[in-house]
């Protein structure tokens, strides 16, 4: 009797410290997100936690289209692993650069990105689906919608911080000019190649920034209207893509051509359950499922991984856009706002499209994963993209204090180590100022020196 009563005691005062830990967590817990490095490390950990499994998904859905094209099973693989091993550099580079070079870099980009769709949609190649969407530069085959979102993003964040700046912002035509033509010049491109997934993300990337920038309502709204009215009238032009919105609608109507894809994505939604066949066991990437290792990668996670697998993904696009909106939302920087609102509505819209797609709530669009699906055309540029969010979370306030407090990075000795101090270069344009505020505080004192010595 006394053995089972102490037993209870001790079961109680487990459950107890259990509670009281987990009470504990939770009050931490605001304190917590509120850090100044917050913003930053859940950036870096959701973006270095989908890169890597997009690798390792990328391997194991492409290995056997890529033996039966190639011969080899990692061909697809080794150009993945080649694109983030260029990317990855150029994410560090820009994590370390200073908020004002994105400023400088967004009408070169954007001009850059308008002369490579100019010239994809005259002397461009289709692939698969007929869609011209690539350019084959040398040896490389580049889709170039796929930085033109990054460049956008930056440019438009460029020209509406220079407004609010300069207080232009009260006239709705100062929001929509050069913000709409811009954006239209690039979604009609965009479309020459039949590219209606990446002219929708394009889209959304221009009402958040008005969104953002504090449009008016009346004027949000007949934005709106716009973007639905021309999806309508692409959809309805195009005999395919019309039958891609009924596939959706009823893919059993059409299980052996529009509906075909849709279908064998929900079969291996299917077949995985709720913790997978484990990675390697698909059944669908055996030629059954169109575009296994890009546009339906999801599909694959969720037949491999199963439902945990797949709401680990969801979650950590959870976390990639708390972060980013977190930061549009903490810097005081009208561009560092703009440009954040604008990358993390791309990253996160894409996600949410593409996932969409393959669980049957969107009709299919043709876009890939962020960091997950294979195509270095698109992992580069979301890699820069990133890079740009986690050097605008180090804006945030007592960022750059906490960063400075813990001393210089591997990345930044690496750079300082190649004659790259930009830490310096951000902070010289704020020395003359700093040096002319220190001249004018010992002014009054040489003065009275001065006065004294009449004395």
């Given at each position: ?83 983030a091993a260029f990317g990855l550099p150029l994410l560090v580079l820009a994590s370390h650069l200073p908020v004002s ?340 505080r010992s002014r009054p004192t040489q003065v009275q020196a001065r006065r004294n010595r009449r004395r």
């Amino acid at each position: 009797m006394a053995v089972s009563t102490s037993v209870r005691s001790a079961d109680r005062a487990a459950r107890s410290r259990a509670g009281g830990g987990a009470r504990s967590w939770a009050r931490e817990l605001p304190a917590i997100l509120n850090r100044p490095l917050t913003s930053y490390y859940l950036l870096a950990g959701s973006t270095v936690l989908l890169t890597t499994l997009g690798l390792t998904m990328v391997l194991s859905s492409s290995m056997v289209d890529s033996y039966t094209e190639t011969g080899s099973a990692f061909s697809l693989f080794q150009k993945q692993v080649l694109a983030a091993a260029f990317g990855l550099p150029l994410l560090v580079l820009a994590s370390h650069l200073p908020v004002s070079a994105f400023r400088l870099i967004g009408y070169p980009a954007m001009l850059v990105s308008v002369a490579l769709l100019v010239l994809t949609a005259f002397r461009g190649d289709a692939y698969g689906s007929g869609a011209v969407r690539w350019l084959e530069i040398g040896s490389m085959t580049i889709q170039a919608s796929e930085p033109a979102k990054l460049a956008f993003g930056v440019w438009g964040a460029s020209v509406l911080a220079r407004k609010e700046e300069l207080k232009q912002l009260t006239d709705w035509r100062q929001l929509l000019i050069p913000l709409l033509p811009g954006c239209g010049a690039l979604v009609v491109l965009v479309l020459i190649g039949t590219d209606l997934g990446t002219s929708f993300v394009l889209l959304a990337i221009f009402l958040s920034l008005l969104w953002v920038v504090g449009a008016p309502a009346r004027l949000l709204a007949a934005m709106i209207a716009m973007v639905v009215s021309l999806a309508s009238i692409m959809i309805a032009v195009e005999p395919f893509r019309l039958a891609r919105v009924t596939s959706f609608l009823d893919p059993q109507n059409d299980p052996t051509d529009s509906g075909f894809q849709l279908l064998h994505g929900l079969y291996a939604l299917g077949t995985g359950g709720v913790v997978g066949v484990g990675i390697g066991g698909s059944h669908e990437k055996w030629g059954d499922l169109p575009h296994p290792e890009s546009d339906f990668i999801f599909a694959i996670i969720g037949e491999e991984l199963g439902l945990i697998g797949s709401l680990v993904v969801v979650g950590l696009f959870g976390v990639l856009g708390y972060a980013g909106l977190r930061v549009a939302a903490r810097v005081s920087d009208p561009f560092a706002r703009l440009a954040a609102a604008a990358i993390t509505a791309w990253i996160t819209i894409q996600a949410m499209v593409n996932i969409g797609t393959v669980i049957g709530v969107m009709p299919v669009t043709g876009i890939p994963l962020p960091l997950v699906s294979a195509g270095g055309s698109a992992l580069i540029p979301t890699m820069v993209a990133l890079g740009i969010l986690l050097a605008l979370a180090k804006s945030e306030p007592d960022a750059r204090t906490a960063l400075a407090a813990r001393g210089p990075s591997r990345a930044q000795r690496a750079l300082s180590w190649l004659g790259l101090d930009l830490a310096a270069l951000g902070a010289g344009a704020k020395r003359p100022a700093a040096a002319g505020q220190a001249t004018n505080r010992s002014r009054p004192t040489q003065v009275q020196a001065r006065r004294n010595r009449r004395r």
